[in-house]
């Protein structure tokens, strides 16, 4: 009997340690499918953090170029009116010498017509 007894304990230990690694590598293969889905959610509520605040910083950025291009845009408006009213006064100042020119030329050719006549009229 004794020799059944020592022969039945190891074969019991045998299975006790194969039970036992068994055990220990479903718990870990748990485990891991624990940390697993862990880490995925983490991934992912950082990537939703990532993208919110990629979303924030995109909108700041749109509306910084949004002002910037309406500055130019208020700038270039100005710089128009400007030229505008340069040119307007220009035109005004140069229509002005212009119609003096004119008057002058046709004053000068008026005159010279006139003297003319006066002079074959006169007979000097």
């Excluded at 870990?28 to 924030?56: C, G, M, P, V």
Aim: with cysteine; charged share 35%.
């Amino acid at each position: 009997m004794d020799e059944t007894r020592s022969e039945s304990v190891p074969c019991d230990w045998n299975q006790s340690e194969r039970m036992l690694a068994r055990t220990f590598e479903s718990w870990r293969a748990e485990f891991r499918s624990i940390l697993e889905d862990h880490r995925r959610e983490i991934q992912a509520r950082l990537e939703k953090i990532e993208r919110e605040i990629e979303k924030k910083s995109d909108k700041e950025n749109v509306d910084l170029l949004v002002r910037n291009i309406q500055d130019d845009l208020r700038r270039h408006a100005d710089d128009i009116k400007n030229l505008q009213a340069g040119i307007n006064e220009k035109m005004g100042v140069e229509t002005m010498w212009k119609v003096v020119g004119l008057v002058l030329t046709v004053g000068g050719a008026v005159g010279g017509v006139v003297g003319f006549l006066v002079h074959v009229l006169t007979g000097k």
